[in-house]
């Protein structure tokens, strides 16, 4: 009897051992407006890329070794000659990108819908520089590139189906005719194209249905790259369109790029947004990660059943974490870190960095245009809770001109808490909503001018609480707004929600500074 126990203490012990819980992970990966994401592998290093639209630097360039934890190390396209974005908004400039590694070169091409369609840079080093753009002739969105035996091909959808021709990747010229050669399972939108080679067959993944609440990852076959492809009998391998994802909060799965780690196992990144109470989303859509179990000969098979979520409880590479982001950025450095952008072609002259304060040259291009970049420098939302908190002076201000800090989803909605110089001398502090054409003011409340003022706003799925302090302890409440009106789901857009400090002049002759103390970004519980 007591070797029974014994046995079965054993046999207990073993499984438990066998089921110990993987060290798991939470999706999404990179958190906060980050679409469309490529992923490529050079030995034990991955890199990342996501689209990146009206916003300069283009396409945020992410660093791991484990798929897990992503750090940015910089954007692929850092300089005005390299991204053209005139007039460009949230459905313009820079759409997915695609990043290969070939032959000691990597590869980053995307299309910017703002200027000459489809381009390609490359380089040695992925930290950069990047080449000058390379023009290809080939049409469509989310062009990607296959390499094999010293050809390059490339993949697009210059109307609704895919299409392959060979290009010289040096030059951009193009070696064979365009072929379309799948046009998907007969959703909307085929899109977002990736060719792979494995087990003597070329696999072909794209997205079909929009990349709303409809999208999905559908993957075709063949034995040539050119085709005839034939699709998965069980396509598609991801979606949350299906009964099995009806209440999972992550929506919108699609856009999904595959990569095969050191150790043989095989991994999609792909889109996806989080839905808040009433289906709405604020964050964009982010990047997720799930793994793929892709016999020999056979079909991949994306997370089991074709869906992801929050917590994945799965056997992952070894992880190794990141140090943890700091809460404050006190402007004491020479140059802003990689997560701050700017709008459209911007203007480096009117940015400073001295003496531990951010100083923004007020300018009279307002938040709401597109003809131009105001003087606005924004990070992505990328928590759900937060506190977000700056302090600022107006200097040698004139009636009208303004600074603040906004809630900014494009030129059209955002919301600001505007430090304003009054006709009299005085300073006013105010909260503007623009959504569209609506625009509506709460009343101006008087605080002192010249001396510092903290803004702060404070987020959560459900609203936004906006507020102000003149001794940096209390904050008194200047209103706040449901989160659903600035959601994609009511104001539309391929971006997500971003933090930024602005500074607005009433006329050209203003010489008005904006000088920010610290910026402040908090998870809140
Ligand atoms: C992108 C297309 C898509 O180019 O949305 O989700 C477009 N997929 O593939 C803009 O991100």
Request: glycine share 10%; net charge negative; proline share 7%.
């Amino acid at each position: 009897m007591r070797k029974l126990i014994l046995l079965a203490g054993l046999a207990f012990g073993l499984s438990a051992w066998a089921q110990q819980p993987s060290q798991g992970y939470r999706n999404p990966v990179i958190p906060g407006f980050h679409p469309d994401p490529s992923v490529c592998r050079a030995g034990n290093d991955f890199y990342l890329v996501n689209s990146s639209f009206q916003y300069f630097p283009g396409v945020p360039l992410y660093h791991s070794t484990d798929l897990v934890h992503w750090q940015q190390i910089g954007h692929c396209l850092t300089r005005p000659s390299q991204l053209k974005l005139d007039g460009a908004s949230t459905w313009g400039g820079i759409y997915a990108p695609t990043i290969r590694y070939n032959d000691g070169v990597f590869y980053m091409i995307t299309t910017n819908v703002t200027d000459k369609g489809n381009f390609l840079v490359h380089a040695t080093d992925p930290a950069g520089p990047w080449s000058e753009p390379v023009w290809l002739e080939q049409g469509g969105i989310d062009p990607s590139l296959y390499f094999e035996d010293g050809k390059c091909w490339l993949v697009s959808n210059p109307s609704d189906a895919i299409y392959l021709c060979q290009i010289d990747p040096t030059t951009g010229e193009q070696l064979t005719p365009s072929k379309p050669i799948w046009t998907g399972t007969g959703g909307r939108y085929p899109e977002g194209p990736h060719i792979y080679k494995k087990d003597g067959w070329y696999y072909l993944l794209i997205s079909e249905g929009g990349t709303e609440y409809g999208h999905k990852v559908t993957i075709a076959r063949s034995r040539r790259i050119d085709g005839p492809y034939t699709g998965n009998p069980a396509n598609p391998i991801l979606t949350h369109i299906n009964q099995n994802a009806q209440s999972n909060p992550i929506q919108g799965t699609g856009h999904a790029d595959l990569v095969q780690a050191p150790d043989g196992s095989w991994w999609m990144v792909c889109l996806a947004f989080r839905t808040f109470g009433s289906q709405h989303h604020l964050m964009g859509r982010e990047t997720f990660l799930a793994p793929v179990r892709w016999d020999k000969d056979a079909w991949p098979v994306v997370n089991a059943d074709g869906t992801i979520s929050l917590q994945m409880d799965v056997p992952t590479l070894p992880q190794q974490s990141l140090p943890a982001r700091p809460e404050r950025t006190d402007f004491d450095t020479d140059t802003l870190g990689h997560e701050w952008v700017y709008v459209r072609n911007y203007h480096p002259e009117d940015y400073r960095l001295k003496d531990g304060r951010l100083c923004l040259r007020a300018t009279p291009v307002g938040l709401e245009t597109t003809d131009d970049s105001p003087t606005l420098v924004l990070r992505r939302q990328d928590l759900p809770n937060f506190c977000a908190t700056t302090s600022l002076r107006l200097r040698r201000a004139s009636a009208g001109d303004e600074a603040g800090l906004t809630v900014y989803m494009y030129e059209d909605a955002h919301s600001d808490i505007v430090l304003r110089r009054q006709a009299d001398g005085q300073t006013g502090v105010t909260l503007r909503h623009k959504m569209g054409r609506l625009t509506h003011e709460e009343p101006l409340a008087t605080v002192p001018s010249d001396s510092y003022v903290s803004l702060r706003v404070e987020g959560t799925p459900d609203a936004y609480a906006f507020s102000y302090s003149t001794d940096g302890r209390t904050f008194r409440p200047l209103g706040s707004l449901n989160s659903r009106y600035l959601s994609t789901e009511t104001v539309g857009g391929f971006t997500g929600l971003m933090l930024g400090l602005f500074a607005t002049s009433a006329d050209s002759s203003s010489e008005a500074e904006a000088q920010f103390d610290y910026f402040d970004y908090k998870e809140a519980r």
